[in-house]
């Protein structure tokens, strides 16, 4: 699959339309059904801060999930991604309140990879509550 965005119009620097993704004590639950992490880090305050955790933090594959998502909506095309992987640097502590937390992503084009395959690397920029949460976030998109 690739994606709607062509190869030759974009450049190494394309900034990615940035995105912000609210996080909730719900979202994690139903996250957890949907991929059978029940961890009690997810979803249960008291276990959490019994482990030496400052609350409940989102599932680690949860935010690798939304901070892809900058990604396949700019592309158009999910499939488009070839690959994708990151580093976890800190957990998003979602705090049981109305708010709960925020995913803050930004992504650029970092570089052209290889004119025959129409392949990009998109560098990855992932905050929440100031700092980052995740590192070394590449994806390499095959672009139309």
């Known amino acids: 699959m690739t994606a709607k965005i062509s190869y030759d119009e974009v450049e190494v ?6 995105q912000t993704f609210p996080v909730s004590r719900a979202t994690l639950v139903r996250y957890a059904g949907a991929s059978g992490d029940f961890n ?5 305050e008291k276990f ?15 935010t690798m999930a939304e901070a892809i998502r ?7 095309d999910p499939g488009a991604v070839a690959e994708y992987g990151v580093r ?3 957990p998003v502590v979602v ?10 992503v930004s992504a650029k084009v970092a570089a052209k990879l290889d004119d025959d395959d129409r392949t990009v690397r998109v560098d990855l920029t992932a905050m929440s ?7 070394m976030s590449r994806a390499v998109v095959r672009l139309a």
């Not at 705090?95 to 803050?104: F, H, K, R, S």
């Open 70 to 76: 900058v990604v396949t909506d700019w592309a158009g």
């Open 13 to 18: 620097g394309t900034e990615l339309p940035a």
């Open 95 to 104: 705090p049981n309140d109305e708010t709960g937390a925020l995913i803050e």
């Open 48 to 62: 959490a801060k019994e482990v030496g955790l400052p609350d409940v933090i989102a599932h680690g594959m949860f």
């Open 129 to 135: 509550a100031g700092q980052k949460v995740l590192g």
């Open 88 to 90: 976890f640097t800190k």
């Open 40 to 44: 009690p880090i997810h979803w249960n």
